[in-house]
């Protein structure tokens, strides 16, 4: 029997919480049979957990579950392709009743207004995948990966979530890309992003001024990157709660991709728990877009003049 610190650290979160990731996903699992023995939903929910803890099946296996690797494996991408199917209910972008909120709560940050959500790319290693395009997984870092972008709020939600693209993908390209860029196009959501300089600045999306001449381009970029911190903060709990995902994911590349939606509905859930988990000092591992800093654009310069004479002279 684990006590409460014994289990939080073990499977990441506290006992009211895995009870209630439990109830949700049960109606869509069966338990688990083999020769040896019969897997519940729970147990098959607690490998999964404890993957997602260690990121090997050697740990899992050498936990006394008398459960083969192979049954571990197969359990964790059964599990994992389920809670990722929940990521309509607990993954979205805030609707119109939620984006006066959510604009309020970014505004509290640093007085910049009209947001409504930070944006990043993080990557997550993998093993190669082989064969001839396993080269595009390769990122400048030199290590095999997938490049994920990610949209918070100020609650450090996660908001948007795009897992489709290979290491060696630039944010901008992801984000040009993305489902999420075009529903901004189509003015869908009103408000826009906070990104870094790795993306486009623009109607939809308002970055860091690269060179401040004046107090108001200096107090812009202060209130920009204070806001888009909250992006930071959101990698840092996220990899914190799931070690799997800052370590090479030694699995298949189907698998993969079920574990990174799986674990962000998971830190949505454990967020509306209020089941929290403390995150060190050290910043995100996060590949530096600097060398590939995006132009700006005549559309981006006009937008943001506009929030600098508004909100900041």
């Not at 049954?71 to 389920?82: G, I, L, N, Q, Y």
Request: glycine share 4%.
């Amino acid at each position: 029997m684990f006590t409460d610190e014994e289990f939080q650290k073990r499977y990441r979160f506290d006992k009211n919480t895995v009870i209630f990731i439990n109830e949700i996903i049960s109606p869509d699992l069966a338990p688990v049979s083999n020769r040896k023995c019969t897997l519940s939903v729970l147990e098959q929910l607690f490998i999964t957990l404890r993957f997602y803890a260690t990121g090997t099946f050697q740990i899992v296996v050498g936990d006394d579950i008398n459960v083969h690797k192979t049954t571990v494996s197969r359990v964790v991408f059964k599990v994992s392709k389920e809670i990722a199917k929940l990521a309509r209910n607990y993954i979205a972008m805030p609707t119109s009743r939620e984006l006066r909120e959510v604009k309020a709560h970014f505004y509290s940050l640093a007085g910049f207004p009209n947001v409504i959500g930070c944006v990043d790319g993080t990557h997550i290693p993998i093993q190669s995948c082989g064969g001839d395009e396993a080269e595009l997984f390769r990122n400048r870092k030199g290590y095999f990966s997938i490049n994920v972008q990610v949209v918070c709020d100020a609650n450090l939600l996660i908001r948007d979530i795009d897992a489709r693209w290979h290491g060696s993908a630039h944010d901008s390209t992801v984000y040009h890309n993305s489902f999420l860029r075009a529903r901004l196009d189509n003015n869908e959501i009103d408000g826009h992003l906070l990104g870094d300089s790795a993306y486009p600045c623009g109607r939809y999306m308002m970055t860091p001024i690269l060179n401040t001449s004046t107090n108001a381009e200096r107090l812009y970029n202060v209130a920009q990157i204070k806001t888009r911190n909250t992006i930071e903060r959101t990698f840092g709990v996220w990899k914190r709660r799931f070690p799997c995902l800052s370590q090479k994911l030694r699995i298949k590349l189907e698998h993969t991709l079920a574990v990174i939606i799986a674990t962000a509905v998971l830190h949505n859930i454990a967020i509306q728990q209020n089941d929290t988990v403390s995150i060190d000092n050290s910043p995100e591992d996060i590949i530096s877009a600097e060398s590939n800093m995006q132009p700006l654009t005549s559309e981006g310069n006009h937008y943001r003049r506009l929030l600098l004479e508004q909100y900041f002279m």
